[in-house]
Nanobody
Framework: QVQLVESGGGLVQTGGSLRLSCAAS????????MGWFRQAPGKERELVSA????????YYADSVKGRFTIARDNAKNTGYLQMDSLKSKDTAVYYC???????????????????WGQGTQVTVSS
């Protein structure tokens, strides 16, 4: 089993930066692809970024490409999402997730994620 805990959310002004962390428990996290999702009020949860189990492959939604950077440190069982040049439309609850199966490359389908954190609120004020 894998348990995930996000941290690093908060209130930031437009143009600012935040770094989200996803601390994982469980020996298999380092073998699982992970992703960062977000859900704004009244909207569906969407994939923001994803990374393969090794960290060698990444995916970014068009809306965050060039502003967000995903990374992971498997030795620390931790994933990260560096968010720069934040915009008001980035306001949402951000969730990290780990894939159901091990040794997957980048996973973009929400249904393939089986482990979820509780979420952390990111609010960008203009």
């Amino acid at each position: 089993q894998v348990q995930l805990v996000e941290s690093g959310g908060g209130l930031v002004q437009t143009g600012g930066s935040l770094r989200l962390s996803c601390a994982a428990s469980g020996r298999t996290f380092s073998s699982r692809a992970m992703g960062w999702f977000r859900q704004a009020p009244g909207k569906e949860r969407e994939l923001v970024s994803a990374i393969s189990w090794s960290g060698g492959s990444t995916y970014y939604a068009d809306s965050v490409k060039g502003r967000f950077t995903i990374a992971r440190d498997n030795a620390k069982n931790t994933g990260y999402l560096q968010m720069d040049s934040l915009k008001s439309k980035d306001t949402a609850v951000y969730y990290c997730a780990a894939a159901r199966t091990v040794l997957a490359t980048v996973v973009t389908e929400m249904s393939r994620y089986g482990y979820w954190g509780q979420g952390t609120q990111v609010t960008v004020s203009s």
